[in-house]
């Protein structure tokens, strides 16, 4: 549960960065009411855009890989090129991309709770 909680954590931190990237009138007023109102520029956040995709597909990447089944990080790696695409492409890419992401952490905690907790 504790790495599903960190995928999850994850994906939502980037999907806070792409609200923001996108202009969600939310998300920029969140930033500037605790007074990060400096991340508002793209120059911060598509880093840290990319940098927190790359945290959850190396998330899913351990947990897959602990499982036996690469499927779901494939499915998600995909979801986060489609997500970082987007951004400069379509604003239904990236969410298409970040659901593809959720989905496939959520197939790979249900892989993870198949498989048998010791083979001794």
Known sequence: MKELFKQCASVAGAG??????????AALSVLAAIGAGFLINDAFLIPLYLGLLALSVWLLYRSARSHGNLAPF???????????AGVWISAALVYAGLAALIASNVWDYWNGRRVPACSC
Not at 74 to 84: K, M, Q
């Open 74 to 84: 494939r499915a998600g790696l995909i979801g986060a090129l489609v997500a970082f």
């Open 16 to 25: 806070f960065a792409a609200a923001c990237c996108l202009g969600v009138t």
